[in-house]
């Protein structure tokens, strides 16, 4: 009796646990399980739109010229420092020239006796010539003289190249300037001896012009398509950070440079820097702008990088698919195939607020800054744009928006 009471108790008990499993999973799915689904949204706007090229690159002269020794000694005087102004043919330093003094002193007595040489041998050769007509000399004596004598003339220019070539020695103990400019660098001291033996020795650095400087900016190559002569350029330095400076490109170069793989382009920056503010060597911060339109239709990115939620209900677009308008579930709008380049998809909300549905809407964009992007057919001024998705808790009442990545981030 009591077995059976206890297998009917268990039926009973087992009955009990399917109606409590049925009911949860109503109460589930019909309350607890579904979300309200609202989406956020973004405006089409006109205004201003500037699409830049960005790049590093650093200051420099237009003119920047190494003045170095043709000559070695020793600095005997030095006439400029830093920041000195100096015009062409400024004396800048003089090498101690005591050297090369008795060098030409010694190429000038060597001609001397190389003149001397060459009277006597013209004396001979004008007395055997003399004899050689009344021959009392043979033939063979009468070219000895001849050879000799232009022998004489020929030690006679040698001589007078050597004193030459002590003279401009002598000369290069002093460094001039060959530009008129600035000093920006001074890389010797008083005393200090300069050998020129091999290669010629750095003494000073001269900026031409100040006033008129450039910015070799490295642009990389899948940048540089965009970047032709002549187009304006914002840039801006560590120095003044709440300042602009502007410049405009004025070559971009052919040469490549390779570092690491990463291939970029020298693209020189012409800079007026009348006021002295900009320094050589300065490292600048550049945007070239490669288009720029007064009243372009734009809209924010964020709203081309939304992608709809697995559940969200999706219209296709006869236009953008080309397979009429159908209802497409799991958020999967219409793929891009070739030949649409420049074409974007982008959702507006359809049907009533109970029931949302996403209508996908191909646009053909131009140019982009960054944070917007023009619209140059397909969405009109004012037209609401989806940018986010917004899901309520109908259990805690707690809001969270979906990033167009995935995941959602919590609502204050």
Known sequence: MSEKSNGGKGKWILLAAVLVAGAGGYFYFHHGGSEKMSYNTVAVTRGELTATVTATGTLNPVVNVTVGSQVSGRISKLYVDYNSPVTKGEVLAEIDPATYQAAVEQADADLANAKANLELQQAQFERNAELFTNKLVSGSDYDT????L???KAMVKIKEASLNNSKVNLNYCKIVSPVDGVVIQRAVELGQTVASSFNTPTIFQIANDLTKMQIDSNVAEADIGGVVEGQSVEFGVDAYPLRTFHGT????????ITVNNVVTYDTVISVTNADYKLKPGMTANVSVITAQREEALKISNVALRFRPPDNAVVLTNTVASGAGTNEVAGGKGPRKGKGNRGVRTVYVLAGDESAPQLKAVP??????DGIFTEVVDGLKEGDKIV???VQAD????TTSTSSPFGGGFPRR
């Open 387 to 389: 940018s986010g998705v």
């Open 145 to 148: 003289a001849v050879a000799t």
């Open 249 to 256: 490109v004025a070559q971009v170069r052919n040469s490549p």
């Open 394 to 397: 109908a259990q805690n009442s």
């Open 363 to 368: 646009v053909k964009t131009g140019i982009t």
């Open 150 to 152: 232009d022998e004489a």
